[in-house]
């Protein structure tokens, strides 16, 4: 006769579970209560691991099977990308953001059930917002209560087909006594949940949710300010007439670009100390790795914001033109580029603008240092870096052709230009600058 | 208008067939012009003239449509950082930041010359007491007044002790004392070497220039010295002949007839005012006709007509003769 555990073992062993009909209408009507379920299933890539170190043979196989079999319960809810025989290997997938989440499946399940004890499915996660981490623990625990809803049915439908072979009793008495020990000895609520659903963050990040946004409010505030300031600068200048003195005078337009970028990297690193004395000291926000790393991702944000600002200030033509730009880049710094919404969740081409804000890659390296204490990557350095360089030379052309050029009259509408200056296509001068 | 330099002589700025217009079709057309180096050369004309617009291409701000133009012997849009440096250039309107204060702008357009660390507060001092601005250098751009401004733009135009200036209008909203105390300090550094180019819509500074070149609708009309200018306006010499009693008209006929004089008005029972080729020549010959018609005349006096009036008579002579201008 089989016994309760045997068919514990058995139910996990056996081939892939394909959910009754009203398991899954079940498990339907959950995601669609949940907001994010279809970012779930297509946004989230799992590694399951069993833990398989120290098993050999038939317990190996039975652990594999065990896995395999809650990962295709899973995969209702998420991309499985790989499994792995073992722990660090998930991990490394995790590191290397080759997956969103690793599962990670006790082979000793049936011994901690039989032990009166709850198997624990660990799912780590490389999650530092709130939002993203509850969404992760939400969609541990759904999940760990189908696997248990599951195994219970099978369980009862086991019985009841044991039941109906139930040969006459003989001398076996004793032995389904001590089964019946058994089962007397486990816990209710083992029995009817012998799985339990365990989160954490891989790296044991665990950010409060008061902390968690002060990188993005630092970084979108100071890309604010600082395009702000560089698009009014210019602007002003040009209608205070302050430009016409910077193009008499030897002043090129690159030194008066270098010039502004100067004065307002060190206003902006200026707030940017206030901004971040007021979060540790008000909000006891902590800096886990290194402040260098910090300082430089706020330098090439504000360096990226200016570019941003200069190249606004140079297309804009009064100030309030200029400072809706500045608005707009805003909006867009809030909505896209991850301060609210994980970038994960924007569609590929709202994504693809998020790359081109330079609050995105400020918020992805300070979120790296603030909270992962490690150094930023290097997408969120370099692409920081790209993008501040590319709208230097993009301010810089623009200063220079439309600011600052003789012949122009500041407000980027080039007139007709003297003709000895040869601009090819004019009719050629005599000496006297008469036409020929 | 000239027709070129003076044998050995510099030339600060060579213009030819100078065009620049604008989508209303204001500008200055076919502006010839020569200044020499060490001279003040003054632009007098009414607003909407193209004063500025000249200015503005001296400096390179503007581009010409057409012609020829050097300054200091480059062409403007080509200036290098060496020739920017020799130029001064007040706008006509303060471009300064009205948030800094005084000394603050005065030390920005030092930097923005680059005026070296070691000496520059002591320019700025001399410069900041010239325009008499010592005891208000604390006080925010935005809190002083027009002239105030205007002065210190003054200021800061000499601080890097350029050696062409361009100024446009840069006495406009200044007292006449301190007017003149400028124009006295322009014509200090013109003694030194340096040349001025500068616009006035005040006519009668226009005595305080070297040459002068009169505007109108864009068109540059004459080139003369100050006393040219007079002499052109009225077509020479104006004499005041005071009468002990008036005369006929027979008598005056006669009497403009011994004078040689060109045109003759009265303006007054007995006062003839006569327009001749020189007035040291006239009292002699008409007290003589006097004496000889039993007529007294009481005095002989040569009339200089303030500049206003010669540039009015001026323009009305010379801009018809350019057709329709505008």
């Known amino acids: 006769m089989e016994t309760c555990s045997d068919q514990i073992t058995r139910l996990l062993s056996e081939g892939p579970v394909r959910s009754p009909a009203p398991a899954q209408a079940s498990l339907d009507a959950h995601s669609r209560s949940f907001p994010h379920s279809s970012c779930l299933r297509g946004g989230f890539r799992a590694r399951s691991s069993g833990l398989a170190n120290g098993v050999g043979g038939a317990a190996r196989e039975r652990a594999e099977a065990q896995t395999g079999e809650l990962a295709d319960l899973l995969s209702e809810r998420v991309e499985l990308t790989a499994t792995t025989p073992d722990e660090e290997s998930a991990r490394a997938m995790l590191a290397s953001e080759e997956a969103d989440v690793a599962v990670v499946v006790p082979v000793n399940a049936i011994e901690l059930i039989r032990a009166n004890r709850q198997a624990e499915i660990t799912i780590q996660h490389d999650q530092v917002d709130p939002f993203e981490r509850s969404f992760v623990e939400i969609f541990a625990a759904a999940s760990v209560d189908e696997i248990n809803r599951i195994v219970l049915r099978r369980m009862v439908e086991a019985g009841q087909e044991s039941t109906d072979a139930l040969p006459p009793l003989s001398g076996d008495l004793e032995l389904v006594e001590e089964e019946l020990d058994v089962l007397r000895g486990i816990a209710p609520e083992v029995l009817v949940s012998p799985f339990v659903a365990v989160t954490s963050n891989f790296q044991g990040v665990d950010v409060e949710f008061s902390h968690y946004y002060v990188p993005g409010v630092v970084v979108v505030l100071l890309q604010h300010l600082a395009l702000t300031f560089a698009a009014l600068s210019l602007v002003r ?16 337009g690159g030194e008066t670009l270098i010039g502004k970028y100067l004065a307002y990297t060190t206003l902006g690193m200026v707030v940017c100390g206030a901004l971040v004395v007021a979060a540790v000291f008000g909000f006891g926000f902590e800096v886990a790795g290194s402040w260098l790393w910090f300082g430089v991702i706020v330098l090439l944000v504000l360096l990226a914001a200016l570019g941003a600002g200069f190249v606004v200030s140079a297309v804009a033509r009064t100030e309030s033109e200029a400072v809706q730009y500045a608005m707009i880049m805003l909006l867009v710094a809030i909505f896209f580029s991850g301060f609210f919404i994980s970038l994960e969740r924007l569609i590929p081409p709202i994504r693809a603008v998020s790359y081109l804000i330079p609050a995105t890659y400020g918020i992805m390296g300070l979120q790296d240092v603030a909270f992962r204490g490690q150094a930023p990557r290097i997408e969120s350095v370099g692409g920081e870096a790209a993008l501040a360089a590319v709208l230097l030379v993009a301010a810089l052309g623009l200063i220079r052709t439309r600011v600052m050029a003789a012949g122009t009259n500041g407000n980027g509408m080039r007139r007709r230009v003297f003709s000895q200056v040869g601009v090819g296509g004019r009719e050629s001068l005599d000496q006297s600058g008469r036409s020929k | 208008m000239t027709d070129g330099p003076a044998a050995g002589s510099t030339l600060a700025v060579r ?19 020569d200044v020499q180096a060490g001279t003040i050369f003054g632009f007098i004309g009414p607003s909407g003239s193209g004063k500025t617009t000249t200015v503005r291409l001296l400096t390179g701000v503007l581009a010409p449509d057409e012609g020829e133009l050097t300054v200091l012997g480059s ?32 030390g920005f357009c030092a930097s923005l010359f680059g005026m ?34 205007r002065r210190l733009s003054l200021a800061a135009t000499l601080i890097h002790d350029p050696d062409f200036l361009l100024l446009d209008e840069p006495t406009a909203g200044i007292d006449p004392v301190l007017r003149r105390k400028f124009w006295d300090h322009f014509a200090n550094l013109r003694d030194q070497g340096r040349t001025f180019f500068i616009t006035t819509q005040y006519v009668g500074e226009a005595a305080f220039c070297d040459l002068v070149g009169v505007l109108a609708h864009g068109r540059l009309l004459t080139v003369d010295t100050p006393e040219g200018l007079r002499r052109q306006a009225f077509g020479g010499d104006v004499v005041d002949v005071s009468l002990a009693s008036p005369i006929s008209a027979v008598d005056l006929e006669e009497m403009v007839q011994t004078a040689a004089a060109a045109r003759s008005q009265r303006i007054g029972p007995a006062t003839i005012r006569l327009t001749v080729e020189n007035a040291g020549d006239v009292a002699p010959v008409v007290s003589s006709w006097a004496l000889d018609k039993g007529i007294d005349i009481e005095a002989v006096d040569q009339f200089m007509p303030p500049f206003d009036d010669v540039f009015v008579e001026l323009v009305s002579r010379l801009a018809p003769s350019y057709g329709n201008l505008q």
């Open chain 2, 75 to 106: 062409r403007p849009v080509d200036f290098d950082r060496a020739e920017r440096t020799q130029l001064g250039y007040l706008p006509q309107a303060s471009v300064l930041y009205p948030d800094l204060s005084l000394w603050e702008n005065l």
């Open chain 1, 237 to 252: 200048d040009r209608a205070l007439g302050t430009v016409e003195l910077f193009r008499v005078s030897p002043l090129t």
């Open chain 2, 15 to 33: 213009a030819r067939n100078l065009t620049r217009t604008f989508a209303s079709g204001v500008g200055v057309h076919d502006v010839d012009l």
């Open chain 2, 116 to 149: 070296p660390w070691r000496g520059r507060r002591r320019r700025m001092e001399e410069v900041i007491d010239l325009v008499e601005l010592t005891d208000a250098r604390s006080r925010l751009m935005r809190h002083a007044s027009t002239g105030m401004q």
